[in-house]
């Protein structure tokens, strides 16, 4: 077992007995501050940790842990572009794209490097907002997709109008079919963002888009690899650039993020690097006791490894948040679905929850009767917002009492004489609320969960910023592609190969 599994055992392994039976309810009547003492607030972010299955001593075993794994320590590393990413040999240098916190060389040279990528990409807004086009093409997957369209789809309210912002991902024509289908190849421009410009997906959609667009005209680029993409036929002032220091799930910030500068603007993007930069300083800075993302981590660690719990549910109460849970999954599960350490150690203790989640109050139309009954416990962040962008004052009215309700029934649970009729409770949760959703809040409330992230991945002791399990499928994909396509080839699986046969057997049927 490495030292990081046995510190987490040894420090949280009493107080799990000792709240063995304990419950939320029961530990909040007993308490009359707690309320109070589990929140914190930062700027316009609220944080309560009130309904999590820990008490106060617990919480401060938690403290404790932090500081004898040296989060903060941890944190100063990622800042001042220390090798964090060891397989890859690299430091993971996200935060430069929008604080200046530290002095290290590299961090001050990535950070000017950032910001001279923006005068680009504010120059390339700007020529677009003088065209013609009325139509984008985001051609992405992962890092490259899913944060810029969480960013452009929350931030609706915030958009210029000048653009529709559109976004080409999966491999599956059908994808490019239908997204294509409805708009002017005369009036629309496409971004291939790819930070390797060797993804699969991300080259045949863009071959496809190329072909409908009728050539390279209104093709753009975001890319570390610029010679591939200007092989590709991009421009070269059209290609803005990616480094290796930033990962994918991490990149919304850079150029990455074009698409969302052409949706809100220049202004919107740079408050949005704004909100992450106030996130950045509050958790390189804040105490761990009082540090949101590190308590975020620590309640996190509690309950995969204290209680057990395998699951995660992100539940955020507004609609321009549901794309949230399918970007946390990769931020999350591709970050920390580990099991060995960087030495190779298996790390003897669970690491990743399996993340899963999506809006109120739809979710509780469909998988809430799991939560509140079902035989596992699925500890939960609400994330609501106090004050809506629309005038229907009701409705928010409505959402913002059931977000209450939610997380008050699952703590508290209720007893009925008939057992099907009855709540266990017990159920722990988080919940955030935003006074509102702007640029600003969304950029402190994504920064909020990398850094949660990244303190789990120093806890756990594995690397938060590669991703090698997703390299095999796509090695074994590229070895079948010519058996689909209708090639002798050798397959050696025998399964594969029945179902390859079948394949053959059922082709236009
Ligand atoms: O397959 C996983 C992955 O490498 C992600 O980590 C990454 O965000 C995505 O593919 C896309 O990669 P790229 O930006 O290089 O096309």
Redesign the pocket.
């Known amino acids: 077992m490495t030292t990081a599994a046995r510190r987490i055992i040894e420090a949280l392994a009493p107080h799990a007995r000792r709240l063995d039976s304990a419950r939320i309810a029961d530990l909040v009547e007993a308490d009359a501050a707690r309320p109070h003492d589990f929140a914190l607030r930062i700027g316009g972010l609220y944080a309560s940790f009130a309904r999590q299955r820990l008490d106060r001593e617990a919480r401060d075993a938690l403290v404790a842990l932090g500081e004898a794994a040296e989060l903060p320590q941890a944190f100063r590393a990622l800042f001042d572009g220390v090798t964090v990413n060891t397989s890859e040999n690299r430091p993971a240098l996200h935060v430069a794209l929008r604080s200046a916190l530290s002095d290290a060389a590299i961090a001050r040279d990535a950070h000017a490097q950032a910001a001279e990528a923006r005068v680009r990409m504010a120059e390339l807004v700007a020529q677009l907002e003088a065209s013609d086009v009325t139509d984008i093409v985001n051609v ?7 944060g810029p369209r969480l960013v452009v789809d929350a931030l609706k309210d915030f958009g210029t109008g000048r653009f529709r912002v559109h976004f080409l991902t999966n491999v599956d024509g059908s994808d490019a079919q239908h997204r294509l289908a409805k708009l002017d190849p005369a009036k629309t421009a496409a971004i291939l ?7 699969q ?2 080259l045949l959609n863009g071959a496809v888009v190329r072909d409908w667009l009728g050539g390279s005209e209104r093709l753009y680029a975001v ?2 690899n610029v010679p591939r993409a200007e092989a590709f036929g991009v421009a070269p002032e059209r290609v803005l650039p ?1 480094w290796d220091w930033v ?3 991490y ?1 919304l910030w850079s150029a ?1 993020g074009f698409s969302i500068a052409l949706a809100v603007g220049m202004d919107g993007f740079e408050a949005l690097l704004a909100g992450a930069a106030d996130m950045d300083s509050h958790a390189l800075q804040a105490p761990i006791a009082e540090n949101l993302p590190l308590l975020h981590a620590l309640t996190g660690v509690w309950n995969r490894n204290a209680l057990g719990l395998a699951t995660h549910a992100v539940l955020p109460y507004d609609e321009r948040l549901a794309l949230l849970p399918a970007y946390l999954q ?1 931020l999350v599960m ?1 970050s920390l679905g580990k099991s060995v350490t960087p030495d190779g150690e298996a790390v003897g203790i669970d690491t990743v929850p399996v993340l899963w989640g999506g809006p109120g109050t739809n979710s509780q139309h469909s998988f809430f009767q799991a939560l509140h009954q079902g035989t596992q416990t699925v500890p939960a962040d609400f994330i609501g917002v106090v004050n809506p962008a629309h005038p229907h004052a009701d409705n928010h009215a409505a959402l913002l009492s059931n977000l209450l309700a939610q997380t008050e029934a699952l703590a508290n649970g209720y007893s009925a004489e008939d057992p099907q009729k009855s709540y266990p409770g017990n159920r722990p949760s988080t919940l955030f609320l935003l006074d509102r959703l702007d640029p600003r809040s969304l950029g402190a409330l994504i920064a909020l969960y990398e850094h949660s992230v990244y303190a789990q991945s120093v806890l756990w002791g594995i690397n938060a910023f590669d ?1 090698w399990g ?2 095999l499928g ?1 090695r074994i994909a590229g070895e079948l592609m010519p058996a689909v396509q209708g090639d002798d080839v050798a397959v050696a699986d025998p399964v594969t190969r029945a179902l390859l046969d079948e394949i053959r057997a059922r082709r236009a049927r």
Not at 140 to 146: K, P, V, W, Y
Not at 193 to 199: A, P, R, Y
């Open positions: 992405g997957i992962g890092g490259s997709d899913l963002v790819s930070k390797t410009f060797g993804t997906e991300t890319s570390a990616m990962g994918g799930r990149s990455v990769q591709e991703q997703v390299e796509k």
